[in-house]
């Protein structure tokens, strides 16, 4: 029996683009290219008679332009969409408030050297995006939870580690933490460029400061700090307070940074880390996490059901090393509660 093709849709401005686009797809056995938009109106009108099931769409339009239309979209019909880029700084920002919106993954536009690359990362990314159930962040609000500032701090560290989807994610649970907030290190899998702006939008929601990771930083309350993009690893520093350090060595789990390397590194110190992991394709964190709740940390794992993509929480609870399975609402809550003396507040009951 034939496996049905991926049906897709290209909305692009360039002729030259698409072209480009529908090429590099038509090589790909699994995958059908159903027709080809060069403006938002054109690509409402492809969507009603074609039904694709991924769209891919540049973040730059004349007229009505890529982000616009992915929030009518989203909006109104919800759907897997690609966002097309090039990795400037103001597309980044764009490409964010895609990934923040519902956009499964951005991928880079090709120049001629990257070609190679560009082929695999599309596919890649359609074929995600395919088995994604439709998922929209319009109307979402982040919302802060208030009186907990007066709350004791235990002593404990938070470790996050997120993928595809996780821009929404982490958007969701940081705006759930106070400003003075237990330290915080956060593995995303993202483009390094992608990181550098995402710590700008998130301080611009967030309450706790926000930064890139520095080697031999110390982390404490009210800081949030992201591992750099694609050349090191973030790892705790063994000791009693929480220093970064910045490894370079082979990636895990095809990843670089990788959540598994953060949580391992935060073996030794166990009893005092609370462990999350949350939307992302692929199983990197679950062998950390395992060996941290092992050692007795606490430890969560975002829902199924609120989740992008299921398979590193998934792959976490199969290597048993959640305590909770929560959903992304909850997570905030339930890691105020795991850092903070409960006597001392009443913001998290």
């Known amino acids: 029996m034939m496996q049905e093709k991926t049906r897709v849709l290209i909305v692009d401005d360039s002729a030259s683009m ?95 050297a990257d070609l190679g690359r560009f082929r695999r990362r599309l596919a890649q990314a359609i074929r995600l995006a395919a088995t994604v159930a439709p998922h929209s962040a319009a109307g979402r609000t982040l919302t802060q939870l208030s009186g907990v500032q007066e709350g004791k701090w235990n ?16 958007e969701t649970v940081l705006s759930g933490f106070p400003a003075m907030c237990p330290p915080t290190l956060i593995v995303q899998h993202m483009p390094a460029l992608f990181l550098e702006r995402f710590a700008d939008r998130l301080n611009e929601h967030v309450l706790p400061h926000v930064s890139i990771a520095q080697h031999g930083q110390s982390v404490g309350c009210g800081e949030v700090i992201l591992a750099p993009g694609e050349n090191t690893h973030l790892m705790l520093r063994p000791g009693r307070s929480f220093v970064v350090d910045l490894v370079q060595g082979p990636t895990q789990n095809g990843h670089r940074p990788s959540v598994d390397a953060l949580m391992r ?25 395992a060996q941290l709740r092992a050692q007795g940390a606490k430890c969560a794992a975002q829902n199924e059901a609120s989740s992008v993509v299921f398979g590193m929480p998934r792959a976490a609870i199969a290597q048993d090393g959640v305590d909770r399975v929560l959903p992304l609402s909850e997570i905030a809550r339930w890691v105020l509660r795991a850092t903070f003396d409960p006597q001392t507040t009443q913001a998290f009951s």
């Open 155 to 170: 002593g404990s560290a938070v470790l996050i580690g997120a993928s595809t989807g996780g821009v929404d994610a982490l």
């Open 265 to 289: 590194s935060a073996v030794p110190v166990a009893s005092r880390v609370v462990g999350v992991v949350l939307t992302g394709m692929g199983r990197d964190g679950a062998q950390g996490m």
């Open 18 to 112: 698409r072209a480009l686009i529908r090429q590099v797809l038509q090589d790909a056995a699994d995958i059908a290219v159903v027709g080809q938009a060069a403006s938002a109106q054109e690509a409402r009108d492809l969507i009603k008679k074609h039904n694709p099931d991924v769209l891919t769409l540049d973040v730059e339009m004349p007229g009505m332009d890529g982000i616009a239309f992915l929030e009518k979209l989203m909006r109104l019909r919800p759907m897997p969409v690609v966002m097309l880029s090039s990795f400037t700084p103001a597309n980044s920002d764009l490409a964010l408030a895609a990934l923040s919106m519902g956009a499964v993954d951005c991928v880079e536009k090709p120049a001629f």
